[in-house]
T-cell receptor, first 116, second 111 residues
């Protein structure tokens, strides 16, 4: 069974440019997460979807970040315009009906963003 | 508030045993996860504890004490491939779909 798939794997952009990341969760997983991980830190939740509904986006910097999950499957995370401080790994993850009842959250390999 | 503490770095020798501690203070608690993350790779699930006690899974074991807000991950018979970061994550009781991660413990195994 395929895991969480993300693209692009690596991206280098100049500041003020836009960037978008794509995620395809594990088949059947209705909960999708976007996390950001800075070097030497643990992942921090940006947004969580239950199907196509964003149920927790309290830590998403809405002035420049946006996300969507049309049809409740694939998701995209966009940054516009990017700033130097956005350099990080953007991890997509998915699980069955959220993390309730011990359901494991599975991570993709991440999209490594460098803003120069 | 929510706070999860882990040592930043640890070193150990191949074949030895190492214990990675995690203490947490959260407004609610509904389970604790340990993840392994090799450099440049995604975090992968190791263990889940929701009740007090020890969960053993091969060379890896995880312990939880809810009253003390404490967990540890025990790695036995260390191998070079165990060199990685180990992330402790707590599930929020009020928002059971949200995992709060610690900063991770970077473990280096030497021959």
């Amino acid at each position: 069974e395929a895991g969480v798939v993300q693209s692009p794997r690596y991206k280098i952009i100049e500041k003020k440019q836009p960037v978008a990341f794509w995620c395809n969760p594990i088949s059947g997983h209705n909960t999708l997460y976007w996390y950001r991980q800075n070097l030497g830190q643990g992942p921090e939740l940006l947004i969580r979807y239950e199907n196509e509904e964003a149920v927790d986006d309290s830590q998403l910097p809405k002035d420049r970040f946006s996300a969507e999950r049309l049809k409740g499957v694939d998701s995209t995370l966009k940054i516009q315009p990017a700033e130097l401080g956005d350099s990080a790994v953007y991890l997509c993850a998915s699980s069955l009906r959220g993390a309730s009842s011990g359901n494991t959250i599975y991570f993709g390999e991440g999209s490594w963003l460098t803003v120069v | 508030g929510q706070n999860i503490d882990q040592p930043t770095e640890m070193t150990a020798t191949e074949g030895a045993i190492v214990q990675i501690n995690c203490t947490y203070q959260t407004s609610g608690f509904n389970g604790l996860f340990w993840y392994q993350q090799h450099a440049g790779e995604a975090p992968t699930f190791l263990s889940y504890n929701v009740l007090d006690g020890l969960e053993e899974k091969g060379r890896f074991s995880s312990f939880l004490s809810r009253s003390k807000g404490y967990s540890y991950l025990l790695l036995k018979e260390l191998q070079m491939k165990d060199s990685a970061s180990y992330l402790c994550a707590v599930r929020d009781r009020r928002n059971t779909d949200k995992l709060i991660f610690g900063t991770g413990t970077r473990l280096q195994v030497f021959p």
